[in-house]
């Protein structure tokens, strides 16, 4: 599914494992491991060159799930829900989108490890998701509907409103006051933000938070991982640059 | 396919935490034992490893390391008038798959239970009457005791190599630990964790409102360790990625990390990955489990006959697995009968969020059980009369480490975008903390766990069906905690205080714990219980079962110090008792 190589030249051979492991989840008959293992006597069973490196998509700007009308409309609000201002990026120039676009392209889209079955039930707010819609089929719906609502009241889809009316329509949505056509809209907005969030704050081998524009704003450190010599240094402000996973960008080669 | 199976002596059914623990003890005694797992091998270098273990995304958000609902979930539902509907992508609690279970991806809070907790019922009754505990409230006496269960904690904190300071050393107060604590019968393995500004900063205002506090007991290493199987433990790096991900520094105690390395080894041990099982199979009599249905990763299912078998898939779902099986009597919450299902508990918590001015905490940095706590309001370590309400719970500063999308993305309240937000969190981020608290569920006779009567999973077999709510009595408990919290809050002088009380319903959409309990319970009657003092089922004498499914209600600590010692303390008995005489009950009903 996924032979490109890790970040040093290791074939990612868990992780078309773990892959496989979802879409068999999905067929409904495989059960939950396929690497199925008689192991005893001789020691664990690790094995050199296996681990398991995350999957980080093409960076490139341009969209694999979105259509054009969709992409503007992302765009339009992920530029309102974090702003570009003084401070700096926004989730618009942070590749939010391109990172939600990768997301819904992907297992996330397909709520490949959601249980999905029916029957289906509004349900009360503390049951939870309960759409029929998987995630990237819940975003198509709301975002036709939305342009849908936009063009009968002012004529115009989403993205071409001003800022303050594209501001109070996503307020609307937020409160349950917008209702949308064929889709929970408070249900889809609460995906929505969690998926902003994640596209600003998450680590950059995933498209967004493109140049730790996130971590940069709020003064994490990112993948660091050893703070023992920080611990007890009360008040102090941690002195290093974020880091990702894949590194910083000043120490490529470019 | 009758011999291509053979019967092996012990069967141990998920092999996570109490897998594990009961894997060693029993090979140790010589038995042939067969663990399954329905999850995939999983090691430190190769699915955690300290390049890639930090992704909040992967292993947080998308749940690599969890229970795959499309695989199997269960129902929800509040009480018995609405319709349970299932949990469709995890929430609340997040149990574990693979080798290790959820203790791969735990925070390693190690605590001990009050001994006033194993007697929740007499104990309240005695001291507050009979009012004290309504009828509907079910709670019971566990059949076991403090002392009793102390030497066995007392292993699984050395097996762990738990970082703390006693507070009770035979009886005799210490200085800096939880004076609150039952008797230990020695000092933790390793001194505290470093502790960071937001705990001392709490742990000083607690202090100067009276209250007791100390550094919380962690199964994360303060310093390189060898446990007792000879296994080591490197350093903890404070990395702030603990709790929900698997530790790449080897510094957080799992299975793979205190007792796989020594086990995988024996050649009386055979453990099959990518293999669940599906029923436990009654003999004839009914008396004796005979084997149980499996099926493996092709799809392949056959029956494997063994003589002891060992439920170790975690509460959720060894309480399934009984029901699949018709093992044990049904509890019906109209009539009260039967234990299969009854006396289901969680935990309540809350908490209350603080930002400084000026001061800088660092947030980010943290380890899963890195923190100041008090017990000064757990179990009944304060007068309760008058309240309306018994247990209790520990407050504190629990410095797990605020990753960014946990920080700020919460389901409950939508309004946390746009340009304001955005400037707050930059201003505040490294200057805000909270204090938490954590406090105990009673079981309650509308609280239980059955079959759902529509949902089915993969193999179309029904899913669980959990009806939950708290009670007024949790409600006022944790109002009671989140107050006393504010006020040491307060104390810290912050610039902005931001209570958050538990109020309505549970909730399954908000991660709160993993700590799920009951549903066979042990106790002292096989009429009101489904398991004896030893974790034996009472009718089933060749199957015992593990896990906080044994608890007839919660208490005010996270679960596993007390599964692990309940754990050791059946193996105990397995090996010096049951063995002798095997297939007999250890206790006479
Ligand atoms: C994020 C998180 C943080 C936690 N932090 C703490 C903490 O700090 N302190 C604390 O005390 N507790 C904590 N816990 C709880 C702790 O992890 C559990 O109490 C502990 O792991 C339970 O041990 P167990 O052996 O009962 O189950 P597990 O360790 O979960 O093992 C059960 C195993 O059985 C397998 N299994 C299930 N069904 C089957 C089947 N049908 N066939 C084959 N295999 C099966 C599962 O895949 C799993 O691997 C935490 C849990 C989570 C998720
Ligand atoms: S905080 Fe410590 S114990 Fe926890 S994962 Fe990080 S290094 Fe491991």
Same mark, same amino acid.
């Given at each position: 599914m996924d032979s490109s190589d890790g970040p040093d030249g290791r074939e990612r051979t868990q992780l078309s494992r773990r892959r496989i492991l979802a879409a068999g989840a999905l067929l409904g008959t495989a059960p939950l491991g396929v690497a199925a293992?008689?192991?005893?006597?001789?020691?664990?069973?690790?094995?050199?060159?296996?681990?398991?490196?995350?999957?980080?998509?093409?960076?490139?700007?341009?969209?694999?799930?979105?259509?054009?009308?969709?992409?503007?409309?992302?765009?339009?609000?992920?530029?309102?829900?974090?702003?570009?201002?003084?401070?700096?990026?926004?989730?618009?120039?942070?590749?939010?989108?391109?990172?939600?676009?990768?997301?819904?392209?992907?297992?996330?889209?397909?709520?490949?490890?959601?249980?999905?079955?029916?029957?289906?039930?509004?349900?009360?707010?503390?049951?939870?998701?309960?759409?029929?819609?998987?995630?990237?089929?819940?975003?198509?719906?709301?975002?036709?509907?939305?342009?849908?609502?936009?063009?009968?009241a002012s004529n115009n889809p989403f993205a071409k409103l001003s800022g303050e009316d594209q501001d109070a329509f996503?307020?609307?949505?937020?409160?349950?006051?917008?209702?949308?056509?064929?889709?929970?809209?408070?249900?889809?907005?609460?995906?929505?933000?969690?998926?902003?969030?994640?596209?600003?704050?998450?680590?950059?081998?995933?498209?967004?938070?493109?140049?730790?524009?996130?971590?940069?704003?709020?003064?994490?450190?990112?993948?660091?991982y050893d703070m023992t010599a920080y611990v007890k240094q009360y008040g102090k402000p941690y002195p290093l640059p974020p880091v990702g996973i894949g590194g910083r960008p000043a120490w490529s080669r470019g | 396919m009758a011999g291509a199976h053979p019967k092996v002596d012990v069967l141990i059914v998920g092999f996570g935490w109490t897998g594990a623990i009961m894997a060693q003890e029993l090979t140790d005694a010589g038995?042939?034992?067969?663990?399954?797992?329905?999850?995939?091998?999983?090691?430190?270098?190769?699915?955690?490893?300290t390049t890639f273990a930090q992704d909040e995304l992967r292993y947080y958000w998308r749940k690599e390391l969890f229970?795959?609902?499309?695989?199997?979930?269960l129902t929800v539902r509040n009480n018995a008038t609405q319709t349970a509907l299932p949990m469709r992508s995890l929430g609340s609690f997040l149990p574990g798959v693979g080798v290790g279970g959820a203790g791969l991806h735990w925070n390693g809070q190690v605590w001990r239970f009050l001994p006033s907790d194993f007697t929740a019922r007499s104990h309240?009754?005695?001291? #507050?009457?009979?009012?004290?505990?309504?009828?509907?409230?079910?709670?019971?006496?566990?059949?076991?005791?403090?002392?009793?269960?102390?030497?066995?904690?007392? /292993?699984?904190?050395?097996?762990?190599?738990?970082?703390? /300071?006693?507070?009770?050393?035979?009886?005799?107060?210490?200085?800096?630990?939880?004076?609150?604590?039952?008797?230990?019968?020695?000092?933790?393995?390793?001194?505290?964790?470093?502790?960071?500004?937001?705990?001392?900063?709490?742990?000083?205002?607690?202090?100067?409102?009276?209250?007791?506090?100390?550094?919380?007991?962690?199964?994360?290493?303060?310093?390189? #360790?060898?446990?007792?199987?000879?296994?080591q433990l490197g350093p903890c790096t404070y990395c702030g990625f603990c709790e929900k991900y698997g530790c790449g520094n080897y510094a957080k105690s799992s299975a793979q990390t205190t007792i796989l390395p020594v086990l995988m080894r024996k050649p009386n041990f055979t453990l099959k990955t990518g293999c669940e099982a599906l029923k436990l199979n009654l003999a004839a009599?009914? /008396?004796?489990?005979?084997?149980?249905?499996?099926?493996?990763?092709?799809?392949?299912?056959?029956?494997?006959?063994?003589?002891?078998?060992?439920?170790?898939?975690?509460?959720?779902?060894?309480?399934?697995?009984?029901?699949?099986?018709?093992?044990?009597?049904?509890?019906?919450?109209?009539?009260?009968?039967?234990?299969?299902?009854?006396?289901?508990?969680?935990?309540?918590?809350?908490?209350?969020?603080?930002?400084?001015?000026?001061?800088?905490?660092?947030?980010?940095?943290?380890?899963?059980?890195?923190?100041?706590?008090?017990?000064?309001?757990?179990?009944?370590?304060?007068?309760?009369?008058?309240?309306?309400?018994i247990g209790g719970g520990y407050i504190g500063v629990l410095q797990t480490g605020a990753r960014p999308i946990e920080t700020f993305y919460n389901p409950n309240d939508l309004t946390t975008w746009g340009g304001d937000?955005?400037?707050?969190?930059?201003?505040?981020?490294?200057?805000?903390?909270?204090?938490?608290?954590?406090?105990?569920?009673?079981?309650?006779?509308?609280? #239980?766990?059955?079959?759902?009567?529509?949902?089915?999973?993969?193999?179309?077999?029904?899913?669980?069906?959990?009806?939950?709510?708290?009670?007024?009595?949790?409600?006022?408990?944790?109002?009671?905690?989140?107050?006393?919290?504010?006020e040491v809050a307060k104390a810290m002088n912050p610039r902005d205080i931001t209570p958050r009380y538990r109020k309505g319903s549970w909730d399954v959409v908000p991660y709160q714990t993993t700590h799920n309990t009951g549903g066979a319970i042990m106790g002292t009657d096989p009429k009101s219980s489904a398991l004896n003092r030893y974790l034996q089922m009472w009718d089933v004498a060749n199957l015992f079962v593990m896990g906080s499914t044994a608890f007839p209600q919660n208490a005010g600590y996270n679960p596993t110090g007390t599964v692990a010692a309940l754990a050791y303390h059946a193996a105990d008995a397995i090996k010096s008792q049951y063995l002798k005489a095997p297939g007999q009950p250890l206790v006479q009903a």
């Open positions: 293992e008689t192991i005893g006597g001789s020691g664990p069973p690790w094995a050199p060159n296996t681990a398991a490196y995350p999957q980080s998509p093409d960076p490139a700007q341009r969209y694999d799930f979105f259509s054009g009308p969709e992409a503007a409309f992302i765009e339009a609000a992920a530029a309102r829900m974090i702003p570009k201002d003084e401070l700096g990026p926004g989730a618009l120039e942070a590749g939010v989108p391109i990172f939600i676009d990768r997301q819904l392209a992907g297992d996330f889209g397909k709520g490949a490890t959601w249980y999905m079955q029916g029957p289906w039930d509004a349900g009360l707010p503390t049951q939870g998701y309960q759409s029929r819609y998987t995630p990237a089929q819940m975003y198509r719906a709301a975002i036709a509907a939305v342009d849908k609502a936009t063009q009968n996503l307020k609307r949505l937020a409160s349950g006051d917008q209702q949308l056509e064929g889709v929970d809209a408070k249900a889809w907005f609460k995906l929505l933000l969690q998926n902003v969030m994640e596209g600003f704050f998450s680590d950059p081998i995933y498209g967004g938070n493109r140049d730790m524009a996130g971590w940069k704003l709020i003064g994490f450190p990112g993948a660091r | 038995l042939n034992v067969l663990a399954v797992e329905r999850g995939d091998w999983m090691d430190t270098a190769t699915d955690f490893s229970q795959k609902p499309a695989h199997e979930t309240n009754l005695e001291r #507050y009457g009979k009012t004290a505990v309504p009828d509907d409230m079910t709670i019971q006496d566990w059949g076991i005791t403090y002392p009793e269960l102390e030497p066995y904690y007392d /292993k699984f904190e050395y097996l762990c190599g738990v970082s703390g /300071k006693a507070g009770n050393l035979s009886g005799a107060v210490q200085q800096g630990g939880d004076p609150f604590e039952g008797p230990r019968s020695r000092e933790y393995p390793n001194p505290p964790l470093d502790m960071p500004y937001a705990p001392m900063l709490f742990a000083q205002a607690a202090a100067s409102l009276g209250h007791h506090p100390f550094p919380h007991p962690a199964a994360n290493m303060s310093r390189a #360790y060898t446990n007792p199987l000879g296994v009599d009914g /008396k004796t489990v005979s084997s149980v249905t499996l099926i493996d990763a092709d799809g392949q299912t056959y029956d494997q006959p063994a003589d002891l078998v060992i439920l170790s898939a975690y509460i959720l779902h060894n309480v399934r697995l009984l029901l699949l099986s018709g093992v044990g009597k049904a509890y019906d919450p109209n009539t009260g009968e039967g234990v299969i299902g009854k006396n289901y508990a969680y935990q309540i918590t809350s908490s209350v969020g603080f930002t400084f001015e000026d001061k800088i905490l660092n947030p980010f940095m943290g380890a899963g059980a890195l923190g100041m706590m008090m017990n000064d309001f757990n179990g009944d370590n304060f007068d309760h009369s008058g309240l309306g309400f937000w955005k400037k707050k969190v930059a201003r505040d981020y490294l200057k805000t903390f909270s204090v938490a608290t954590h406090g105990a569920v009673m079981s309650h006779k509308g609280n #239980y766990l059955d079959l759902d009567p529509t949902y089915r999973d993969v193999f179309g077999r029904p899913l669980m069906r959990m009806t939950f709510d708290y009670t007024d009595n949790e409600h006022k408990m944790s109002d009671y905690l989140t107050d006393r919290a504010l």
